[in-house]
Every structure is written in structure tokens, then in C-alpha cells.
């Protein structure tokens, strides 16, 4: 199941991390730290969703 979780969180990691981009240019904060903020909490964010989606999807869940 490993593989299909890494598969997973490829994708949904940079969609939440484009997610978590645009939230905070819309709030404002346009520097470097707080972008890469944003795609760092997008990255980690993104194990346990694609854990729970791998899961879901091996009927597992």
C-alpha cells in the first residue's frame, strides 16, 4: 500500500499546498517565508489525507 500512498501525495500534496498558496496571497502575506509556509503545511498535510484515501480506496476503510 506504501507505493499507492507515495502516488497519492504526489498529487494531492501539491494540491494542497496550491491551496494553502492561495489563501495566503489572498490574505496578504505575499514574502517568501509565509509562502513556503504554506507549502510546507501542504506537504505534511497531505500524508494522512492520502493515507485515508489509499485506505479508502483498497476497501480497507
Known amino acids: 500500500m506504501l507505493?499507492?500512498?507515495?502516488?497519492?501525495?504526489?498529487?494531492?500534496g501539491a494540491t494542497l499546498?496550491?491551496?494553502?498558496?492561495?489563501?495566503?496571497l489572498v490574505m496578504g502575506w505575499g514574502g517568501l517565508w509565509p509562502i513556503l509556509g504554506a507549502v510546507g503545511?501542504?506537504?505534511l498535510a497531505a500524508f494522512p489525507v492520502a493515507w485515508l484515501v489509499a485506505r479508502n480506496l483498497r476497501g480497507d476503510g
Not at 4 to 11: E, Q, R, S, W
Request: proline letters at 5%; charged letters at 0%.
Open 3 to 12: 507505493p499507492l500512498i507515495l502516488l497519492l501525495h504526489i498529487f494531492i
Open 17 to 24: 499546498a496550491g491551496v494553502a498558496i492561495v489563501v495566503v
Open 41 to 43: 503545511a501542504g506537504f
